[in-house]
């Protein structure tokens, strides 16, 4: 799954900017010079250093300084919380609070940027450079997600002064980083991907999955899939390593009765050596938010098929919700699968934005899946993603944010939206040029639900918007 997902990224969305000089890296260049290269060439020439080197040490010092600015951010975030909660809404509250969230992922991304990019005098790997690429595009995706949450709360102003200033500065630097890292290390012609390190190289075939399992826990799990066999490794042994399997239910007859208990029995930041850590969910309704910390590295869940388990939840930006933190069910961890499950949002088409399923996890994978909402109901928010033979509803921008992503053999559904309201399939979120994002549609069925099927009133329906400057959907 892994490998094929990383092919289907790198030959859909990678193109490089094309103001970018033609030079050599390795040849020493003024800082004016490389700076007309960036998005913001001013800002980028009263922070690089005066004097002359070339693109690998401009890239690093930007890069450095980058995570230091945002450490700067998130201690801000903080104090100004610490300072102000008692006179702030609700909703205030909330996007303080994601931002704090995003800043922290922001510092583990350029954590382990710098620490790539630093321990190499010129070139990459490609996989090395397209998962450093990844990261500094997701960074900026943050800002924009911070940014966004800020700027729709009724008590914006006061939080517009005293921290939307300085984060426009550090998006304009994390800009920078990601134009020069791009200039310097990702090859301007793509290859096939090579084999990425951390996967387990998992891959569709013929609709086939093969674990190596006790025999009493094949036949659970046989059982639930109704003997389906759903993924394939390219290994010699054809088989999907699993560490351990626990199982949710709601009437005590499992290991655990709810989703997040499972999920906090997950070890902690795993390589996938031994394998994924299985989660099986029965089918059943669950109600309750569900979130995957980025700790929580190859998990895998497994349901008994699309409307038999369902996860579900109402919150809305209407009742005080960020759409960030409105989802269902969120995961950041990488290397996420899910399989047969249906994820919803019931908040209905009049309370807004309202997400079903949010996911800024780095190869994750998604197959025969359900994802059901109205406004927002899949939120591709950042990171690599793959989406098969999944069905998702909605009415107004339902598959949105700025990963790169693919949906593949999927059934898009086009509920009836609110009198007055036109559907719009995708909203595409790129901000900046050099971010290898994008969304693609391939070998999918667009069509409209059963209530807008039924409908006697007319409504349009749009392939999607560019929601953002560069937004790109193929």
Same mark, same amino acid.
């Given at each position: 799954m892994a490998s094929m997902l990383l092919y289907l990224l790198t030959i859909s969305f990678f193109f490089l900017s094309p103001s970018l000089a033609d030079a050599s890296p390795s040849v020493p260049v003024s800082p004016g010079t490389i700076c007309d290269s960036t998005p913001y060439p001013s800002y980028c020439k009263s922070v690089l250093p005066n004097r002359t080197t070339n693109v690998y040490g401009y890239g690093r010092f930007s890069i450095r300084k980058s995570l230091s600015q945002s450490r700067n951010f998130l201690d801000l975030v903080n104090e100004y919380l610490h300072k102000y909660r008692s006179s702030l809404s609700i909703s205030a509250i909330r996007a303080l609070e994601d931002c704090c969230y995003l800043a922290s992922l922001n510092m583990d991304f350029l954590s382990s940027s710098f620490k790539t990019a630093n321990g190499t005098s010129? @070139?990459?790997?490609?996989?090395?450079?397209?998962?450093?690429? @990844?990261?500094?595009?997701?960074?900026?995706?943050?800002q924009q997600t911070c940014l966004d949450g800020i700027q729709s709360t009724a008590s914006a102003r006061g939080i517009r002064e005293n921290i939307t200033v300085p984060m426009s500065n550090d998006t304009k630097l994390y800009s920078v980083s990601l134009a020069?890292? @791009?200039?310097?290390?990702?090859?301007?012609?793509?290859k096939s991907a090579s084999r990425h390190p951390s996967s387990k190289q998992i891959g569709f075939k013929h609709r086939r999955l093969l674990m190596k399992l006790s025999s009493q826990t094949m036949s659970t799990i046989y059982e639930s899939l109704g003997q389906r066999k759903l993924l394939q490794t390219s290994g010699s042994d054809n088989e999907v390593l699993i560490s351990n399997i626990v199982t949710v239910s709601q009437d005590g007859s499992g290991n655990f009765t709810t989703i997040n208990?499972?999920?906090?029995a997950a070890p902690n930041n795993t390589n996938g050596v031994n394998g994924y850590f299985l989660i099986y969910i029965p089918a059943?309704?669950?109600q309750e938010y569900v979130s995957i910390p980025k700790n929580?590295?190859?998990?895998?869940?497994? &349901?008994?098929?699309?409307?038999?388990?369902?996860?579900?939840?109402?919150?809305?930006?209407?009742d005080g919700w960020t759409t960030f933190n409105s989802a269902t069910f969120a995961v950041v961890a990488s290397n996420f699968v899910a399989v047969n499950i249906t994820f919803q949002n019931t908040a209905g088409a009049i309370k807004h934005q309202?997400?079903?399923?949010?996911? &800024?996890?780095?190869?994750?994978?998604?197959?025969?899946?359900?994802?059901? &909402?109205?406004q927002d109901t899949l939120y591709t928010h950042s990171m690599r993603q793959f989406y098969r033979e999944c069905d998702i509803y909605g009415t107004v921008?339902?598959?949105?944010?700025?990963?790169?992503?693919?949906?593949?053999?999927?059934?898009?559904?086009?509920?009836?939206?609110?009198?007055?309201?036109?559907?719009?399939?995708?909203a595409q979120g790129r901000t900046d040029p050099n971010q290898n994002t994008g969304t693609s549609i391939h070998n999918?069925?667009?069509m409209a639900a059963d209530d807008l099927a039924s409908s006697n009133t007319n409504f349009k329906t749009y392939l999607g918007r560019p929601w953002k400057e560069y937004s790109r959907t193929v």
């Open positions: 010129e @070139t990459l790997l490609p996989v090395e450079a397209e998962d450093v690429q @990844t990261f500094l595009s997701a960074i900026l995706t943050n020069l890292f @791009t200039k310097g290390w990702v090859p301007k012609e793509k208990d499972a999920i906090s059943g309704v669950y929580k590295k190859y998990l895998m869940m497994i &349901g008994d098929g699309i409307n038999q388990t369902i996860i579900t939840g109402s919150r809305s930006v209407v309202a997400v079903a399923l949010r996911s &800024g996890a780095d190869l994750s994978a998604f197959y025969s899946c359900s994802f059901e &909402g109205y921008d339902f598959i949105f944010g700025n990963a790169a992503v693919v949906l593949q053999n999927c059934n898009i559904y086009s509920r009836q939206p609110m009198s007055g309201q036109f559907n719009a399939i995708t999918c069925n667009i």
